[in-house]
């Protein structure tokens, strides 16, 4: 997603495995879906690596020196290319619990409104 024009994921790194029977999908990926990903986000730097006897995994850097990896073993291509679309757009913030499900700057002096009031 970009942020004010601009796309916060800087390189995705797709490692994976030659040998290994759980990167068979992501080989099918770089074959087939990559090259048209790497063409239609020409801000997007696209790097591969070869790691032997690991599962396969996308890497993502952000802007905010933040990064998210997302383990694809035994995935299809298109779920593969679906993570790969979810890095993208993504801004690389952390995810942050909310405490309560009723978030505000300014709470009620009387309290929060509920369906139990007795009047």
Known sequence: MALRGVWQLKRLIVSYCDWGGSSRGIRAFMESELPTFKEKN???EVVTELIRGQHPHLKGFYKNKNER?????NTTPEDI?????????????KVV??????????????GTWTTDVNF
């Open 97 to 110: 619990k909310l405490k309560t499900r009723h978030v505000t700057k300014h709470p009620s002096v009387q």
């Open 42 to 44: 020409p801000q997007l």
């Open 81 to 93: 290319l679906l993570h790969a679309t979810r890095l993208r757009n993504a801004l690389g913030r």
């Open 69 to 73: 990896v997302v383990c694809v073993k």
